[in-house]
């Protein structure tokens, strides 16, 4: 399960203004690699929108089936925030929905069933 906990204005490559809600997955157990102790955490995404401001706002709060999931991508650097270091990353956290991909995944065209 995922749960809607923000949205941010974000603006596409064409300049035209758009919403994200950012997700956050379930809790879940990690090890520290640097004391061996465990502690929980959650995963969040960003995930782009057809919604206005107002819809995203309402939307605050709503649960629903799928994960967030880490997947490879190109390097790029990125600022924390509390330390303003600069380090570079080669992944990111999305959103999945495994029911989506696995009716996708086994779906046919038309052109297969003629």
Known sequence: MVKIIDFKSRENEQGKKFFALIVRGGVEPLKSKETGKLYFTSKTASV?????????????????????????????????????????????????????ELIEERAISSEEVY
């Open 48 to 100: 782009p929108s057809t919604f206005d401001e107002e819809t995203c706002k309402e939307l605050i709060g709503t649960s629903f089936e799928g994960s967030v999931k880490r997947v490879s991508c190109k390097p790029y650097e990125f600022t924390i925030e509390d330390t303003q270091e600069i380090i570079e990353l080669d992944y990111r956290f999305e959103y999945v929905n495994e029911a989506l």
